[in-house]
């Protein structure tokens, strides 16, 4: 126990300073590209896909534009690069079921959700550059804090520790259970990826496929309708929609049921059907 609280003495500040070292080269960076005018105040400057910007007015009608552009995109600002104040631009998105995000790259990177407002995402820009300084300060009174209460443990650090045994056992049993919340986390994750696989699989199906019966095939025709580019963008209001478009054609209860358990971009549930269903007939006999 003594060895480890030894390292941990040594290793807390250590890799607190090292972070704290590259911060404040991003902060150089920054201060080094950062100017101002005859009057004092700084001069507004970016740079995106190889266009600098000095007005930011400008600036937002480009994001405007690049928004606008790829308004049909999970990820609208994916192409987007730059630099700003000497750091550099780029977005990240890694699917199924995450936000696109602006990055900010320099020594230390930065992330910050984009947003469909133009302006909010210079905003981030920028916040994101000046949170370097607030942080490097933070940083230092850590590694402050840090060094105090070594310097007041170095007593405790030259005498055993007098619950070795009960502590190690803590501490396997705490593996164990990080172990296992691990492997409760992955199984949701993989959960997640094949919905997104299944809802990707009937969306292709819906445009590619033959439909099995007569009331697939009229499922099909009203999803082609009102279907955008992503499975996403199919909801319960559409399956209630379809399932009121499907009775209003003639078809049966367990037929519509069969063909929304089936073929549905939602996915829904048997329990989700049924209670769709049931719901439209309430609402067809009170009228």
């Known amino acids: 126990m003594t060895v480890r609280r030894q390292t ?19 902060i150089e960076t920054v201060k080094k590209n950062t100017f101002v005018d005859e009057n004092g105040q700084e001069k ?28 049909n995109s999970r990820s609208p600002l994916h192409g987007l690069s730059g630099e700003y104040k000497g750091l550099h631009i780029s977005t990240a998105f890694e699917p199924p ?10 020594q230390v990177s930065s992330r910050k959700n984009s947003s469909a407002v133009p302006g909010d995402n210079i905003n981030h820009i920028i916040e994101m550059a000046n949170w370097r300084t607030k942080y ?20 405790e650090l030259q005498t055993p520790f007098p619950l070795q045994e009960e502590f190690d056992q803590l501490s396997l049993q705490s593996a164990e259970l990080t172990h296992l919340l691990n492997e409760d986390a992955n199984s949701a994750e993989r ?5 997104f696989s299944e809802k990707q699989r009937r969306m292709q199906a819906i445009f590619d496929s033959q439909p099995d019966s007569l009331c697939e095939k009229y499922f099909f025709d009203f999803a082609r309708k009102n279907l955008n580019s992503s499975a996403d963008d199919w909801s319960t209001t559409l399956d209630k929609k379809a399932i009121s478009f499907l009775f209003d054609e003639g078809f049966s209860k367990d ?18 059907v049924f209670n769709m269903v049931e719901e439209r007939n309430r609402r067809v006999a009170a009228s």
């Open 97 to 106: 079921f995450l936000h696109e995000e602006l990055v900010l790259d320099g």
């Open 255 to 272: 037929m519509i049921s069969e063909a929304i358990l089936k073929s549905s971009p939602a996915v829904p549930s048997k329990e989700d």
């Open 44 to 71: 507004f400057s970016i740079i995106l896909n190889g266009k600098t910007f000095t007005d930011k007015k400008e600036a937002f009608i480009f994001i405007a534009e690049f928004l606008k552009k790829n308004s």
């Open 136 to 155: 490097a300060q933070d940083k230092q009174n850590e590694i402050e804090n840090l060094r105090d209460k070594i310097a007041t443990a170095k007593v």
């Open 191 to 195: 959960d997640k990826e094949n919905l």
């Open 8 to 26: 941990l003495a040594k290793q807390l500040p250590q890799d607190a300073e090292n972070l704290l070292v590259k911060i404040q080269a991003d």
